[in-house]
């Protein structure tokens, strides 16, 4: 696949070959922001506006702790918890409004991080689309996943049915679809043969690969955010 700007993150992603490459770009870039919102970004002003307008859910609030030194997280929450008290928060006692409850269920569910996120898997959904449209070499790579876990084979189709051109978009789902379903047989093979293996009458037998079954079933039925938020 030819390089440029937007496929060397996608060759990256797919390249390695551990799981789902979409849970791959979900960590990839929620690792990027959680330490851009905790370096660089402390001095770009509307970065800052943004993160005290927006908050994080609670798995980046994790993730900034995580990634980031204690004052840049403190200075972060210093201005986050001004805006909540100027802006979002009832000042006096009394009744409170439909409108200032919106504010504060609006705050409680906003994340800058997820956001960010969320605008850039769509750019990097719609790179792939075009790469294994027009890439032979980069459908291969695609076809040779290791698989697509549930959710992301959802979402990716979503896309795909809402930005793919129809002429390509039945063969798309069989390689997407291919790698969903042919690691799901898998996984059902390998659990039933993990639960045989509790069975008296199968002492002795070899395990093969069902030990870890209990760890890939859940990986493939929650993706990264799932897993970790």
């Not at 990097?124 to 084979?153: G, M, R």
Request: contains cysteine.
């Amino acid at each position: 696949m030819k390089e440029t700007i937007c496929t060397i993150p996608i060759n990256d992603i797919f390249n390695l070959h551990d799981g789902c490459p979409f849970c791959r770009m979900y960590e990839m870039l929620e690792n990027q922001y959680a330490t851009f919102v905790t370096g660089s970004a402390m001095m770009d002003p509307p970065t800052r506006v943004a993160t005290n307008q927006k908050g994080f859910c609670p798995r980046h609030f994790e993730k900034i702790m995580e990634v980031g030194k204690r004052l840049p997280v403190a200075l972060i929450l210093e201005t986050h918890l001004a805006h909540i008290s100027d802006e979002i928060l009832p000042k006096k006692a009394g009744r409170p409004d439909k409108k200032a409850l919106a504010k504060v269920d609006a705050i409680n569910d906003s994340c800058y991080i997820c956001d960010r996120i969320r605008f850039d898997v769509e750019h990097f959904l719609q790179t792939v689309f075009v790469e294994w449209a027009n890439s032979p070499e980069f459908k291969e790579l695609y076809k040779s996943q290791d698989f697509i876990c549930l959710h992301h084979y959802s979402q990716v189709m979503k896309y795909a049915n809402a930005k793919m051109p129809s002429k390509h978009l039945g063969d798309f789902h069989a390689d997407t679809l291919a790698l969903t379903r042919n690691y799901l047989d898998t996984l059902q093979k390998d659990t039933t043969h993990f639960c045989r293996m509790f069975d008296y009458r199968s002492r002795g037998e070899d395990w093969g690969d069902s030990k870890d079954a209990i760890e890939r079933d859940i990986n493939f039925l929650s993706s990264y955010h799932d897993r970790n938020r």
